[in-house]
């Protein structure tokens, strides 16, 4: 019995397919990797995309609000959880952005056949560029990340950041917008904020610095601004707003002219601007009872009128 062997006619000619990879492997095998970086992102992004979109939804299914801005406009702590999850999404997926973007690059480095100390090099040298030339956005990175991930900001806050002060309106990794009382959006660097005054967390305090007449009678007048904030957080309409009796603190500060009495009252952080007005407007009331003739705000000492603790 005689065997036939095979000639490379009726074969694969391996020689022409080393020949042909020798020239195109290296193109093929950058095309896979970016091929395969670009899918892995987006695998990724989608599952962060489903995760934030769950936690989301949870919130407005809470809250019963149909929309984020509505959502934004209630009065609702919900609004920070939505806020937080979708800033920490954006940053995993800008830091998983980077993170696949540098593998591809080592692997499509590797395959143009740089050694690993030029790959070593090269990455002290880019870690070097980068540090110098990025130091600014670095800082406003790594600031609003914390801000968002401590909670000292949310959207609806009332803030004092040095730079600006007013109602947050956006919180993000570089910039934190905050709208003033006369409308001016302000876009602050979050790597510049070196201090958060925050208005609209826990609670807060009403304090009105009353001057009267130097020879009237302090008991007689601390007993009526006493009254008159008493009944007031009684009322059905602020005993929700209300969270605290109102004190007297006493005398802050003499003159001449007039004695300054301060009346101290503990709110809701996001009623302060209410109960104030209104308690002003009852406070005049009050002593208007008394037939108080009022000294000018001019002849008062300056240091009376001061919101100390």
Do not use: C, H
Not at 286 to 301: A, N, R, T
Request: charged share 20%; glycine share 10%; hydrophobic share 50%.
């Amino acid at each position: 019995m005689r065997f036939e062997t095979s000639t490379p006619s009726d074969g694969v000619d391996w020689a022409a397919v080393a020949a042909w990879w020798d020239v195109w492997g290296a193109p093929i095998g950058i095309l896979i990797v970016i091929v395969g970086a670009f899918i892995a992102f987006r695998v990724v992004r989608t599952i962060i995309g489903r995760v934030v979109g769950g936690v989301v939804s949870g919130v407005k299914r809470r809250a019963d609000a149909a929309d984020t801005e509505a959502l934004s406009n209630s009065p609702l702590a919900q609004v920070r959880v939505v806020q937080r999850t979708r800033a920490i999404g954006s940053v995993l997926n800008t830091m998983l952005a980077w993170v696949i973007a540098a593998l591809a690059l080592i692997l499509i480095l590797s395959i143009l056949g740089v050694n690993a100390a030029s790959l070593v090099a090269m990455a002290s040298f880019l870690g070097a560029a980068a540090g110098i030339g990025a130091q600014g956005v670095i800082k406003d990175f790594l600031n609003g990340l914390f801000m968002v991930f401590e909670d000292q900001v949310g959207i609806g806050d009332l803030v004092d950041l040095g730079a600006a002060s007013g109602v947050v309106e956006s919180v993000g990794i570089r910039v934190t917008q905050v709208r003033d009382v006369e409308g001016t959006l302000w876009y602050v660097r979050n790597g510049e904020i070196l201090r958060v005054g925050n208005r609209s967390q826990g609670w807060a305090r009403v304090i009105i610095d009353q001057a009267v007449p130097y020879d009237a009678d302090v008991d007689l007048v601390e007993r009526q601004l006493l009254d008159v904030a008493t009944a007031m957080s009684e009322e059905p309409a602020w005993l929700g707003r209300v969270i605290d009796k109102p004190e007297t603190w006493g005398i802050e500060s003499v003159s001449p002219d007039a004695v300054v009495l301060r009346l101290v009252v503990r709110t809701r952080a996001n009623a302060r601007e209410d109960v104030a007005r209104e308690l002003r407007r009852r406070v005049k009331a009050g002593l208007d009872e008394l037939g108080l003739d009022l000294p000018s705000v001019q002849k008062v000492v300056g240091d009376g009128l001061e919101a100390k603790p």
